[in-house]
């Protein structure tokens, strides 16, 4: 409409000739005329209607993203402005059960658990110390020095999208890392030991915790040493803190669970598939940057399959044979669900494998746990 006016307003240019003599204006038919105002009333309504919808009163509100995956640190998380949500979040409860799950285990290799109010609760505290206290220190200070590959990967997570504070990062960091420890001080008072093992326990998987995130060291920058130093902080770690507080962990045990953390290892792999552009971009030497997708997926399959197998072995040979046995039967599954998602597409379904597999994985620790005990 707007062409309509200006080749009308262009009609009237000019009245005078090259010579500089004034001509005659020029003058519209009275149709012509009242049809050009039309046109123009016309014009001027159709782009003031076409100008409405340029500024709106209020901008829509964009919801994106699960308010669960918010609450439990998972990824495609929707974004929230409650901070003690966002505190939550940052401690990612989702990696809060294999904690809990290796300390009951521990309690189970102990032997000497027994259901009643004083173990129970010493199990709970222990769990407590474990999951959200040293758990929740490792991964809101693990998001800390992540924040540059975070904001490339998941740029939805609180730090790189400003959510949250820097001082209210470190304050919760500091926080929870001191919770833990002093937790894990007043087990050992509980316990009775005569040397405090859990509160050694807890200041080591600590530390193993910095130096994994932090410069500079910054072991997850190597994706075997990372990736080994996760899984024993996964399984080990809390396996021993749960012997340690119901029996006395010894030297067998403390060897049998570093070999299962090669199976740790395996399930850190299928955590880097996911983060392999950002890795890339920040120089991270993850198994799947370094070896490509196709030889870091058989990597990581193998080292949690002949992990669980040479166990299984392993208590056959120590006269375990139905543990063995059981043991075995747990490894299957975690083959087919192998076959069927991750070795098809590790980005894709990295997590319905780990959802299908993983609660087997689980339960071979407990059964290996329990034949310790006996």
């Known amino acids: 409409m707007a062409s309509v006016i200006y080749a009308s307003a262009s009609i009237a240019v000019s009245t005078r000739s090259p010579h500089g003599r004034r001509l005659p204006a020029l003058r519209f038919p009275p149709a012509l005329s009242l049809h050009r105002r039309r046109l123009m009333v016309k014009a001027a309504e159709t782009d003031a209607n076409e100008a409405k919808p340029e500024a709106p009163a209020k901008a829509p509100t964009v919801v994106s993203g699960s308010s669960f995956n918010q609450l439990f640190g998972i990824k495609g998380a929707a974004q929230e402005t409650d901070k003690w949500k966002i ?3 940052l401690t990612k409860p989702v990696t809060w059960p294999p904690l809990v799950w290796g300390v009951i285990c521990g309690a189970a290799a102990s032997g000497n658990f027994h259901w009643n109010i004083d173990d129970v609760a010493k199990s709970v505290a222990c769990m407590m110390m474990s999951g959200p206290f040293l758990t929740g220190y490792t991964q809101t200070l693990n998001d800390w020095y992540d924040r540059e590959i975070d904001a490339i990967n998941e740029p939805y997570r609180p730090i790189p999208s400003g959510a949250i504070s820097e001082n209210e990062v470190i304050t919760q960091i500091w926080l929870l890392l001191l919770g833990g420890i002093g937790l ?49 902080s996964y399984i080990a770690l809390p396996w021993w803190a749960g012997q340690a507080l119901f029996g006395t962990l010894t030297p067998d045990i403390v060897v049998l669970t570093l070999l299962y953390s090669i199976a740790g290892l395996g399930i850190a792999i299928v955590n880097d598939f996911k983060s392999i552009e950002g890795d890339r971009a920040m120089g991270l030497q993850s198994l799947p940057v370094a070896f490509g997708v196709e030889a870091a997926k058989w990597i990581c399959v193998g080292a949690i399959d002949i992990t669980q197998i040479s166990i299984a072995g392993y208590l056959l040979s120590a006269g375990k044979p139905l543990y063995s046995l059981a043991l075995i039967g747990l490894i299957i ?6 076959f069927q998602y991750f070795l098809k597409d590790p980005v894709k379904y990295d997590v319905k494998y780990q959802a299908s597999a993983q609660p087997f994985l689980i339960l071979g620790l407990l059964v290996t746990a329990l034949a310790t005990s006996h």
């Not at 599954?333 to 192998?338: E, G, I, R, S, T």
Request: charged content about 5%; aromatic content about 16%.
């Open 87 to 89: 505190r939550l979040q």
């Open 184 to 232: 894990a001080g007043l087990l050992d008072v509980w316990a009775g030991h005569t040397f405090p093992v859990i509160f050694y326990l807890a200041l080591g998987g600590s530390l193993v915790s910095y130096i994994y995130s932090a410069p500079p060291l910054k072991l997850k920058q190597n994706g075997w040493i990372g990736n080994f130093a996760l899984g024993a």
């Open 333 to 338: 599954p975690q083959v087919v669900f192998q």
